[in-house]
């Protein structure tokens, strides 16, 4: 079945750092890739995503590449801020194999210090 | 972009009673709807798939008779936690797709406490 794996957190950055999530994934057929954050008691929402090789998502200073080699998704901002503190999930979906169901990561927390 | 309405937001009862939540697309038809719980730090458990006008199908260990999903309508869907435990206490949160849609659109989520 499909299956992602994400760097595990809590992760902690000073502001202006540099960030990178890892996420990899399993999947049948030909899958799209998504980024979503969920900030405090809030739902989930899309960050950016790609749905197929070598595409770059990118969104609010955020980017992701769609590696088919490396089978990864990894999130990347050059200079975090102190608002992007949330919890990402990296997630997949194989609508034409799989039902429409979407897999996600385990999530991970990042928390930004001014 | 599309809106998802999910209330109530929060929600406290009393052990035994039963809750509903609700699930609305504002903008779109939503043909599927997928309902999670979240445990704190944990990532979203799908519990079941609605389609609408046709009965969920739930995921493996969701009891059926506890979480009633109704997909009535292509704007609404609602899950109902019968006879609530302290147990049952946790974050849902619904998401929809259109038809053809690869994205799902997400619900603010409910905090369910059960006293």
């Known amino acids: 079945g499909n299956s992602v794996t994400q760097m595990e957190g809590p992760v902690t950055l000073s502001e202006e750092a540099f960030l990178t999530i890892n996420c990899t994934y399993t999947?049948?057929?030909?899958?799209?890739l998504f980024w979503y954050v969920q900030y405090p008691g809030e739902g989930l929402q899309l960050l950016l995503k790609?749905?197929?090789?070598?595409d770059k998502g990118s969104n609010k200073g955020f980017e992701a590449t769609y590696r088919k080699e490396t089978t990864s998704f990894h999130l990347e901002k050059g200079s975090v801020q102190v608002s992007d503190s949330a919890v990402y999930f990296c997630a997949l979906s194989a609508y034409n194999t799989n039902a429409g169901k979407s897999t996600f990561g385990d999530g991970t927390t990042l928390t930004v210090k001014p | 972009g599309a809106v998802v309405s999910q209330h109530p937001s929060r929600v406290i009862c009393k052990s035994g009673t039963s809750v509903k939540i609700e699930c609305r697309s504002l903008?779109?038809?939503?043909?599927?709807m997928f309902w999670y719980r979240q445990f704190p730090k944990k990532s979203l458990m799908l519990m079941a798939t609605s389609n609408e006008g046709s009965k969920a199908t739930y995921e493996q260990g969701v009891e059926k008779d506890k979480f009633l999903i109704n997909h009535a309508s292509l704007t609404l869907s609602t899950l109902t936690v019968t006879s609530a435990h302290p147990e049952d206490s946790s974050f849902y949160i619904c998401s929809a797709r259109g038809q053809g849609y690869e994205k799902l659109f997400f619900g603010s989520g409910t905090q369910l406490s059960v006293l």
């Open positions: 903008d779109f038809q939503a043909t599927t």
């Open positions: 999947a049948t057929g030909y899958p799209s």
């Open positions: 790609a749905t197929k090789a070598d």
